[in-house]
């Protein structure tokens, strides 16, 4: 059983969030938002994002990182992400 941590930084404001793999998509709200995200950081400006998730079962499972750029931000960022994994 092993937490999974990923910092994002970059140049501009970037937001992270963090998806079970059976989400249908990004974009979901309401009631399958709540079911399939499970951690984001949304801090302003070029504060690094964190986000961290504790896989609880005895099996592996995957997780999709999803980077975005928030309203009213810059039209464009470039990131880098450092994923780390501990017990």
Same mark, same amino acid.
């Given at each position: 059983?092993?937490?999974?941590?990923?910092?994002?930084?970059?140049?501009?404001?970037?937001?992270?969030?963090?998806?079970?793999?059976? &989400?249908?998509?990004? #974009?979901?709200?309401?009631?399958?938002r709540r079911k399939h995200l499970l951690a984001?950081? +949304?801090?302003?400006? %070029?504060?690094?994002?964190?986000?961290?998730?504790?896989?609880?079962?005895?099996?592996? &499972?995957?997780?999709? #990182?999803?980077v975005y750029l928030p309203e009213g931000g810059?039209?464009?960022?470039?990131? +880098?992400?450092?994923? %780390?994994?501990?017990?």
């Amino acid at each position: 059983r092993r937490r999974v941590l990923i910092r994002v930084t970059g140049g501009a404001d970037a937001d992270v969030e963090l998806w079970n793999a059976a &989400t249908p998509s990004v #974009l979901v709200t309401g009631a399958a938002r709540r079911k399939h995200l499970l951690a984001s950081s +949304g801090y302003r400006g %070029s504060h690094p994002e964190t986000v961290a998730f504790r896989n609880r079962l005895r099996r592996g &499972t995957f997780v999709y #990182l999803d980077v975005y750029l928030p309203e009213g931000g810059a039209p464009s960022a470039q990131y +880098g992400a450092t994923i %780390s994994t501990t017990r």
